[in-house]
């Protein structure tokens, strides 16, 4: 019990701490002009934002960054007798590493070259394999993670040398997933949030109080960041927040050994991501026809007459009750 009401006063500090400096932070942003690009193919409506200051993710990447490491700095700095608090340093270099990514595609879509396009597909997915197979390499052989738990079994199942492989895919899928999901204001950041507290609360049960704490702190953040983004929303994360999100809430399943329960707990950005699959094989394949109405997922229904906050809602519900199906499945 001391543990969950620590976790969750670690959550409400690390709101506060995140409110408090959003202000500021959003007056940098504006006074820079640091501002979205909206593409042309998006629902009509979406003009309005153009301009909103974007790489708002910033907001909770820094407080998470600094508030972790300050938690644990006895334990990062090497002391023996804490030394399963260097677990958190893992998800907080995935944390940085892919925020500077999506910061690099950001400022590329709004000063650079590649004005509101952003970083060449391409280039941006080798950064991304190369960040998570990095990643998974440290999980598996220095880490020594759990590889696997699935519902019904009571011990954990060994990948072998294709644990490195399936992490990674994992890594980079779900950091995309949540790019994807990152299109209406809060929908990213509250699903994200949801999906890090069940894990968090896994984390709890599996006595990984490190991680746990980690997760409710970057919870908390989120709470703090949504203050601002929720509808109509007066920031962005931009990709310095949606790819950094997605890649650690990845880290975070692989390192309960839980990943499976993403396909439940993350069904949303799951689905988005589907959603675009779908859409560019279908219209491939027939030529020219489209599947949906738009992707990702969440324009398909805009465009069917739900407003956004009827889509960010109903989202978000369905993405709480896949959180707390995927948390007792998990302790089947």
């Known amino acids: ?32 002009k640091i501002g979205k690009i909206i593409r042309v193919e998006e629902p009509g409506h979406h003009g309005v934002k ?4 974007t790489m708002g993710g910033v907001m909770f990447i820094f407080p998470v960054l600094l508030f972790s490491g300050l938690l644990n700095a006895v334990a990062l700095i090497g002391v023996p007798s804490s030394g399963v608090g260097r677990s958190v340093l893992v998800p907080m270099a995935v944390m940085l590493g892919f925020a500077v990514l999506g910061a690099i595609d950001d400022w590329e879509g709004i000063r650079g070259k590649r004005k509101g396009e952003g970083m060449r597909a ?87 109080i490190y991680l746990a704490r980690f ?11 949504l203050w601002f983004n929720v509808h109509p929303a007066e920031l962005f994360m931009g990709d310095t927040g949606s790819l950094s999100l997605g890649a650690v809430l990845a880290v975070i399943s692989l390192m309960t050994g ?14 988005e991501m589907l959603s675009v699959v779908i859409q560019i094989g279908y219209f491939k394949w027939t030529r020219g026809k489209r599947f949906f109405k738009m992707a990702p997922i969440h324009l398909h229904f805009e465009l069917l007459g739900w407003s956004e906050t009827q889509v960010v809602q109903r989202f ?10 995927g948390i007792g499945l998990s302790q089947v």
């Open 122 to 208: 391409r280039t941006k997915f080798i950064f991304q394999v190369a960040l998570a197979l990095a990643t998974a390499y440290v999980l598996k052989y220095k880490m020594e993670v759990p590889e696997l738990y699935f519902p019904g079994l009571f011990f954990e199942i060994k990948l072998g040398w294709w644990y490195v492989p399936i992490a990674a895919f994992i890594i980079v899928a779900e950091s995309n997933a949540i790019n994807f999901t990152d299109g209406l204001d809060g929908l990213a950041g509250l699903i994200a949030a949801t999906a890090i507290a069940a894990f968090g609360g896994i984390a709890l049960m599996q006595e990984q």
């Open 316 to 325: 978000w519900l369905i993405g709480l009750m896949a959180a707390l199906i």
């Open 50 to 53: 153009m301009g909103t200051p």
């Open 1 to 32: 019990m001391k543990q969950i009401a620590l976790s969750l006063s670690l959550a409400g500090l690390a709101f506060i701490m995140t409110a408090i400096w959003g202000g500021p932070l959003l007056r940098i942003l504006r006074h820079y």
């Open 215 to 225: 997760c409710f702190i970057l919870v908390g953040a989120l709470f703090g960041f």
């Open 258 to 271: 839980q990943w499976l329960m993403l396909l439940v707990i993350g069904i949303i950005p799951l689905s």
